[in-house]
């Protein structure tokens, strides 16, 4: 064929293309089982998913607070045997979402005194530019001994710290090639006002509300799928501060219950 009427020197060499094309496979069969077990092992939406679970129970009424269209189905396992109401800014959210929705902020609800048993919000607290007002509502909200559950990214994770110093363009940029195009309109601007230790401490004490829990959880890797070697580095680094304790302030979420009374 034409590659041998070259000369030897610029002949390919294919035993090393043979070994790129096996590591690349390598490569990829490794990303596709690490990702399952980041999706089954340290996961902050499915910690948030289980201990949900655990808090509500029939009959209950439960607020989904900035609940978007449930895309990943939070709320909706629970339509069946409580009342779910739903709150976000968001208009196009209203004829999407399965439940009672409400066009609102979580700064200023609608709703009378001690209505719900449980609040969550999953990735909201980071898009709140005024959390202690959001507090204060959630507390006015909640029945005596209700919980409020948290789950948000961690202000010292490698991603909040890039997200936070990066314009919004580059935040849909980033979408479109995570998750392809169309999914932009799912992405809103960040302020990371309430994503730290302390600040939960203090709007919880200022509110009157109390941290049952707090934890920080990994996500793994998530942002390099579809890039072979970053993957790989991201992973290691992941891993390490998954089981190493003293490095637990760089994990990437955390998932944080309050309690009322």
Known sequence: ????????????????????????????????????????????????????????QPGMRI????????????????????????????????????????????????????????VFSEY???????????????????KPGGRFLVLTPNAYSYKSIVAALTPYRFHLAMGRIRYGRGHEADMYPTVYRCNTARKFRRYAAASGLRIASFQRITNGPTWFVKFPVLFEVFDAFHRLIERWSVASPLRCALLVELAKG
């Not at 043979?18 to 910690?47: D, H, Q």
């Not at 909201?124 to 909640?142: G, I």
Request: include cysteine.
């Open 1 to 56: 064929d034409a590659a041998t009427t070259l000369p030897r020197c610029q002949r390919p060499n294919t035993q090393i293309f043979k070994a790129a094309e096996y590591t690349m496979r390598r490569m990829s069969t490794r990303r596709e089982t690490l990702a399952r077990r980041w999706n089954g092992g340290a996961n902050a939406t499915l910690a948030y998913q289980a201990r949900l679970v655990e808090l509500v």
């Open 124 to 142: 909201v607290m980071e898009h709140v530019a005024d959390p202690a007002a959001a507090f204060r509502e959630v507390a006015r909200v909640l």
């Open 63 to 118: 607020l989904h607070a900035g609940c978007g269209r449930d895309k990943i189905g939070v709320s909706k396992p629970f339509t069946d045997r409580c009342k779910v109401v739903g709150i976000d800014l968001d208009p196009r959210v209203a004829p999407l979402f399965h439940s009672e929705f409400h066009l609102g902020s979580i700064s200023s609800m609608p709703f009378d005194d001690a209505t719900f048993d449980v």
